[in-house]
């Protein structure tokens, strides 16, 4: 007896090989109706799985700032192996859409025309899945923005955004970018972690201490201590420079030699969140 060919089969197969109607039904009726017997069917054709079923975990990032200096972006793409990321297809769709941010900066790059024309003829160079990922901007008319890529892996950007008269030589913007990189704070200032999650530090700290029989003001003024230690390694301005051997000191200090001030970051990684 011939199995039943319902559409919801053909149509699970269409999305999974990207076959015409007629194609998937002939593979169905062969293969007695199994789906994945029908994909084996058209693989053994020469005819790859549906691409878009693929994860998107790997890819790259670019950034760059504008030659005015008061603009910087970044922009990520995915795809589903780090090999296709190496390609020169994909580098120039990475390069098409970071100028198309440099161009607008509040662009939608995923939704424009040739964006979304060199995502589909990329995908079908690498028959990977390629998805635009994350995008970043700093915009600021009376600042200075700055960008700066790792270039080890090229899956790290850092876009900085500063203020004052003067603006940051290259070499400040890479060191600080590597920083930020390297040391993922959680923000600029104190005033930028989470509340709760200072809350629930001082919490644990002042348990902590009344455990080893400290009275509680005594055991706040400990947690008070804990606390400063869990800025500097959590907050930007509070860290400890990551290069001892270009400034031994914080972050804010390395800044304030370099008569710099930096109002905002952002941080964007592949994979990360």
Do not use: W
Not at 46 to 68: M, N
Not at 146 to 166: D, H, P, Q, W
């Amino acid at each position: 007896m011939a199995a039943t060919i319902t559409a919801s089969m053909v149509n699970e197969l269409r999305s999974k090989t990207g076959q015409g109607m007629m194609e998937c039904k002939k593979a169905l009726t062969e293969t007695g109706g199994d789906v994945e017997k029908a994909i084996d069917y058209f693989r053994k054709k020469g005819v790859k799985a549906s691409v878009t079923e693929r994860q998107a975990g790997e890819g790259r990032v670019v950034a760059s700032s504008a030659e005015h200096g008061r603009l910087a972006v970044a922009v990520e793409v995915n795809c589903t192996t780090d090999f296709a990321a190496k390609s020169d297809a994909f580098g120039k769709l990475l390069e098409l859409a970071l100028h198309k941010m440099l161009a607008n900066p509040t662009a939608d790059v995923r939704n424009d025309a040739d964006v979304k024309a060199a995502v589909v003829s990329t995908a079908q160079m690498t028959g990977e899945n390629i998805q635009i990922g994350k995008t970043l901007a700093i915009n600021d008319p009376n600042g200075y923005a700055g960008a700066y890529v790792y270039s080890i892996t090229n899956k790290i950007a850092v876009l900085m955004g500063f203020g004052g008269e003067k603006k940051p030589d290259a070499e400040v913007m890479k060191q600080l970018g590597g920083h930020i990189a390297f040391s993922k704070p959680l923000g600029l200032t104190r005033d930028a972690v989470p509340a709760d999650l200072v809350a629930k530090e001082r919490e644990i700290a002042v348990d902590q201490a009344k455990q080893t029989g400290k009275p509680q003001q005594i055991a706040e003024k400990i947690a008070e201590g804990k606390l400063n230690s869990f800025f500097a390694e959590r907050v930007l301005l509070d860290q400890e420079f990551f290069n001892a051997g270009v400034f031994k000191g914080s972050v804010q200090n390395y800044l304030k030699q370099h008569g710099v001030t930096l109002k905002k970051y952002e941080r964007i990684e592949v994979g990360g969140q």
